[in-house]
């Protein structure tokens, strides 16, 4: 587990954005217990944005609007259909823990749209050509 | 008549109530194109209630638009009548000289009222205007009326106007709809 | 803008005609050249309304966080939002990255202004949020904090209604409107919760100049028995066509003008026919000269400069119908040469009793706004103008605006400004042509 961010610098209702290692976290705090997911939309890749949560307790993406639960990462409204992953957490000493587990160590560097010759893997594409 | 109608409920084309709502709003029409208020005025309830919301461009989760509470007409008998005697003082200028209108109605669908003798009448209107050597103005819409039922014949007892432009691209709105 | 060293503007036309041939103040003639040129609109667009403080909305009109307007200011797109710490902004309705308006509806509420087109999206305080794959930049050149959206230079509220200007050099808002605060004050200060919008402004687009609008609302009280003779021949307006002669045409500073007007001395009249229930708050809210004033008046249009009118007056709606007092304001935001879009809103004092609300509402509905029983015959009218005074022959012959310049302002006038007895004259025409003609050839109008 890695030290994150103070309790006390949380708001009710609000989550800030982490990064421990490789990973971008986003921790959420609702009530007093507090939640750990992937800070990124898994729909366009986009760094969800810290500050107070959507109604609902609800983790909105800046870019076109998915909707995640911060407890389980599920996605609540599109345009996502994969839920965000989720991270344990837990207060320690006032201070919120997080572990990333293999996230967080440096990885390879996932094939690049501009690599020469690269292509979308066909669960990016989400179907097979009929 | 609302959301919830139901194709079941709606009077056949043809029946006796269908045919004279229609009849009603055909006669009305001509008798708004040839400026013939005065007989316009009789086809009108004494309780009449008679608006056209203002509408603005939303999106779709936040419904048609049409504004809680402002309008481009709110009027009742006893103000239509105050417009109809305007346009007969000598000084009515937006309308001296005058529009020339053609009020279209189509799409008229009838159901049975809330009230004994009453029809739910919708329909879509387009009404044309030109004037002097003006181009056509076009006002285009639904209507929501209530017709009542006065011995023999109908009176308009109460119009909703939903009109189609946000802005409207009319420099003023002196004629009826 | 080029400028010479008298702190003048560039006053030369295309045909060599100046700017300061056009307006003649003190002979009281306006060139009819001044309307529906397209050359004139231009300059008007860049010396008036991307310098002046134009009126953008009212706060009634974003209550909540993330609740937005779309307007225009100066002919461009803007968008009003109220942020997260409940401040009201504007910005440039376009996106950073191909100049697409983030908000398209007339209003709604967003947690972000987002681009349809390529996604970069803006917080409520008009920051730059996230842009698409944001990691296809090369590090350090999508600089996110520099490419906020463009904010209105500067935006300040008077009494709840929002103005902005796009001149960092202008002074701030209450420079601005100097002495025209205290007479707006009899209007939008008068009561402790102040003013609201009721529902929407209605809209409507108007083939016009828009200076004939805002002329028309200096206070020309005696194009009543006229062009609104139908309504008198109602018996809506009394019948001695000099019964609404009376009173004051107030040039408060600059181009701001206004009439105030007395009715018969009849307590009905008072306090602009305002409910009674009311003047507690007005006796709390004002001060002794705007009371009485107040007390003393029952119907009052004005201009502030440039193009956002106010009427507070008491009308009929219908035949036999009760005199009720509205307060309604407009905004002629000119859409070209000769197209002016309209925007026409009624406010009601947040105190205002129930039955008074809908009887103002009423009244208002049917006099004015474009189906209104007066206001239909005054498009009438600008429009005409605007296409007549088109011709190369009507131009050699100028507009006379004579009425009433004899008379020497009143010295025991209680209020700012100058006052000239009597509500029929030119005077805050003559002082809102003098403003255009101003703005139009100095470098720093405000100034002086």
């Given at each position: 587990?890695?030290?994150?961010?103070?309790?006390?610098?949380?708001?009710?209702?609000?989550?800030?954005?982490?990064?421990?290692?490789?990973?971008?976290?986003?921790?959420?705090?609702?009530?007093?217990?507090?939640?750990?997911?992937?800070?990124?939309?898994?729909?366009?890749?986009?760094?969800?944005?810290?500050?107070?949560?959507?109604?609902?307790?609800?983790?909105?993406?800046?870019?076109?609007?998915?909707?995640?639960?911060?407890?389980?990462?599920?996605?609540?409204?599109?345009?996502?259909?994969?839920?965000?992953?989720?991270?344990?957490?837990?207060?320690?000493?006032?201070?919120?823990?997080?572990?990333?587990?293999?996230?967080?160590?440096?990885?390879?560097?996932?094939?690049?749209?501009?690599?020469?010759?690269?292509?979308?893997?066909?669960?990016?594409?989400?179907?097979?050509?009929? | 008549m609302s959301e919830t109608t139901t194709a079941a409920e709606l009077l056949p084309v043809?029946?006796?109530?269908y045919?004279?709502?229609?009849?009603?709003?055909?006669?009305?029409?001509?008798?708004?194109?040839?400026?013939?208020?005065?007989?316009?005025?009789?086809?009108?309830?004494?309780?009449?209630?008679?608006?056209?919301?203002?509408?603005?461009?939303?999106?779709?989760?936040?419904?048609?638009?049409?504004?809680?509470?402002?309008?481009?007409?709110?009027?009742?008998?006893?103000?239509?009548?105050?417009?109809?005697?305007?346009?007969?003082?000598?000084?009515?200028?937006?309308?001296?000289?005058?529009?020339?209108?053609?009020?279209?109605?189509?799409?008229?669908l009838v159901e049975?009222?809330?009230?004994?003798?009453?029809?739910?009448?919708t329909?879509?209107?387009?009404?044309?205007?030109?004037?002097?050597?003006?181009?056509?103005?076009?006002?285009?819409?639904?209507?929501?009326?209530?017709?009542?039922?006065?011995?023999?014949?109908?009176?308009?007892?109460?119009?909703?106007?939903?009109?189609?432009?946000?802005?409207?691209?009319?420099?003023?709105?002196?004629?009826?709809? | 803008?080029?400028?010479?060293?008298?702190?003048?503007?560039?006053?030369?036309?295309?045909?060599?005609?100046?700017?300061?041939?056009?307006?003649?103040?003190?002979?009281?003639?306006?060139?009819?050249?001044?309307?529906?040129?397209?050359?004139?609109?231009?300059?008007?667009?860049?010396?008036?309304?991307?310098?002046?403080?134009?009126?953008?909305?009212?706060?009634?009109?974003?209550?909540?966080?993330?609740?937005?307007?779309?307007?225009?200011?100066?002919?461009?797109?803007?968008?009003?939002?109220?942020?997260?710490?409940?401040?009201?902004?504007?910005?440039?309705?376009?996106?950073?990255?191909?100049?697409?308006?983030?908000?398209?509806?007339?209003?709604?509420?967003?947690?972000?202004?987002?681009?349809?087109?390529?996604?970069?999206?803006?917080?409520?305080?008009?920051?730059?949020?996230?842009?698409?794959?944001?990691?296809?930049?090369?590090?350090?050149?999508?600089?996110?904090?520099?490419?906020?959206?463009?904010?209105?230079?500067?935006?300040?509220?008077?009494?709840?209604?929002?103005?902005?200007?796009?001149?960092?050099?202008?002074?701030?808002?209450?420079?601005?409107?100097?002495?025209?605060?205290?007479?707006?004050?009899?209007?939008?200060?008068?009561?402790?919760?102040?003013?609201?919008?009721?529902?929407?402004?209605?809209?409507?687009?108007?083939?016009?100049?828009?200076?004939?609008?805002?002329?028309?609302?200096?206070?020309?009280?005696?194009?009543?028995?006229?062009?609104?003779?139908?309504?008198?021949?109602?018996?809506?307006?009394?019948?001695?066509?000099?019964?609404?002669?009376?009173?004051?045409?107030?040039?408060?500073?600059?181009?701001?003008?206004?009439?105030?007007?007395?009715?018969?001395?009849?307590?009905?009249?008072?306090?602009?026919?305002?409910?009674?229930?009311?003047?507690?708050?007005?006796?709390?809210?004002?001060?002794?000269?705007?009371?009485?004033?107040?007390?003393?008046?029952?119907?009052?249009?004005?201009?502030?400069?440039?193009?956002?009118?106010?009427?507070?007056?008491?009308?009929?709606?219908?035949?036999?119908?009760?005199?009720?007092?509205?307060?309604?304001?407009?905004?002629?935001?000119?859409?070209?040469?000769?197209?002016?879009?309209?925007?026409?809103?009624?406010?009601?004092?947040?105190?205002?009793?129930?039955?008074?609300?809908?009887?103002?509402?009423?009244?208002?509905?049917?006099?004015?706004?474009?189906?209104?029983?007066?206001?239909?015959?005054?498009?009438?009218?600008?429009?005409?103008?605007?296409?007549?005074?088109?011709?190369?022959?009507?131009?050699?012959?100028?507009?006379?605006?004579?009425?009433?310049?004899?008379?020497?302002?009143?010295?025991?006038?209680?209020?700012?400004?100058?006052?000239?007895?009597?509500?029929?004259?030119?005077?805050?025409?003559?002082?809102?042509?003098?403003?255009?003609?101003?703005?139009?050839?100095?470098?720093?109008?405000?100034?002086?």
């Open positions: 587990m890695e030290p994150t961010v103070p309790f006390a610098s949380l708001e009710p209702g609000s989550c800030v954005v982490h990064q421990i290692g490789a990973a971008k976290v986003l921790i959420a705090r609702i009530g007093d217990t507090v939640h750990a997911t992937s800070a990124i939309c898994t729909h366009a890749r986009v760094e969800l944005a810290a500050g107070p949560l959507a109604p609902g307790c609800l983790v909105e993406c800046p870019m076109h609007g998915a909707l995640f639960s911060p407890v389980d990462g599920s996605v609540h409204e599109g345009p996502a259909v994969t839920a965000l992953k989720t991270y344990p957490a837990r207060v320690v000493d006032g201070v919120v823990h997080v572990d990333v587990g293999e996230d967080g160590a440096a990885r390879p560097a996932t094939p690049s749209p501009s690599t020469p010759g690269a292509r979308p893997s066909l669960a990016s594409w989400g179907r097979p050509a009929r | 043809g029946s006796d109530d045919s004279r709502a229609a009849l009603f709003l055909y006669r009305e029409a001509q008798l708004l194109d040839d400026a013939r208020f005065e007989d316009w005025l009789e086809t009108l309830h004494d309780e009449l209630v008679y608006e056209m919301p203002v509408r603005q461009s939303v999106m779709p989760k936040d419904g048609t638009g049409f504004v809680d509470g402002m309008t481009f007409l709110t009027e009742t008998r006893n103000s239509l009548l105050t417009r109809v005697r305007r346009l007969q003082t000598e000084q009515a200028w937006a309308e001296q000289p005058g529009s020339r209108t053609r009020h279209l109605v189509a799409n008229v049975r009222g809330a009230a004994e003798g009453e029809l739910n009448v329909s879509a209107f387009l009404v044309t205007r030109t004037r002097a050597d003006l181009p056509y103005d076009f006002f285009s819409g639904e209507r929501r009326d209530v017709l009542a039922r006065d011995g023999e014949r109908l009176l308009l007892k109460r119009r909703q106007i939903l009109f189609d432009q946000t802005v409207m691209k009319s420099y003023n709105l002196s004629i009826f709809l | 803008m080029a400028v010479n060293p008298a702190g003048l503007l560039d006053l030369s036309l295309a045909d060599g005609v100046e700017l300061t041939q056009l307006i003649d103040e003190p002979g009281a003639h306006i060139s009819r050249r001044i309307y529906g040129n397209d050359e004139i609109f231009e300059l008007e667009q860049d010396r008036i309304f991307r310098r002046a403080w134009n009126f953008l909305g009212h706060v009634s009109e974003l209550p909540n966080p993330g609740d937005y307007v779309t307007r225009d200011l100066a002919g461009e797109p803007v968008v009003l939002i109220r942020g997260d710490d409940g401040e009201i902004r504007a910005f440039l309705n376009s996106c950073r990255h191909r100049g697409m308006r983030v908000c398209r509806a007339d209003r709604d509420n967003v947690s972000y202004m987002r681009c349809v087109y390529h996604g970069w999206s803006y917080s409520r305080s008009g920051d730059l949020v996230t842009a698409f794959a944001e990691e296809l930049y090369d590090p350090g050149r999508l600089r996110k904090e520099e490419l906020g959206l463009i904010p209105v230079t500067q935006v300040a509220i008077y009494r709840g209604v929002i103005f902005g200007t796009w001149d960092a050099e202008a002074p701030p808002l209450e420079e601005y409107l100097g002495d025209m605060r205290f007479y707006l004050d009899l209007f939008l200060g008068r009561t402790d919760g102040g003013t609201e919008v009721v529902g929407a402004p209605q809209v409507w687009d108007v083939s016009t100049d828009w200076k004939f609008c805002a002329d028309n609302f200096t206070g020309d009280n005696f194009h009543l028995y006229t062009a609104h003779g139908s309504v008198v021949d109602l018996g809506m307006l009394p019948p001695d066509p000099m019964s609404l002669s009376y009173g004051y045409l107030v040039r408060a500073q600059g181009g701001h003008v206004l009439h105030l007007v007395p009715g018969p001395p009849d307590p009905s009249f008072e306090y602009f026919g305002l409910p009674r229930d009311l003047v507690p708050q007005f006796e709390r809210n004002l001060d002794s000269v705007q009371l009485g004033l107040l007390k003393d008046h029952a119907w009052s249009v004005g201009t502030v400069f440039p193009n956002l009118s106010f009427m507070q007056v008491m009308v009929q709606g219908d035949i036999g119908g009760p005199n009720v007092t509205f307060l309604s304001l407009r905004a002629w935001m000119p859409t070209s040469a000769t197209t002016t879009r309209v925007f026409s809103y009624l406010l009601l004092d947040r105190d205002a009793p129930e039955q008074f609300r809908r009887d103002s509402y009423e009244a208002y509905v049917r006099t004015f706004g474009p189906s209104g029983i007066f206001e239909q015959d005054d498009m009438e009218n600008w429009e005409d103008c605007t296409r007549v005074n088109k011709g190369k022959i009507a131009q050699r012959h100028g507009l006379h605006h004579g009425m009433g310049l004899h008379l020497e302002p009143d010295p025991s006038f209680p209020g700012p400004g100058q006052a000239w007895p009597g509500s029929y004259g030119e005077r805050t025409q003559l002082s809102f042509y003098g403003e255009w003609l101003k703005w139009m050839t100095h470098e720093r109008p405000w100034a002086s």
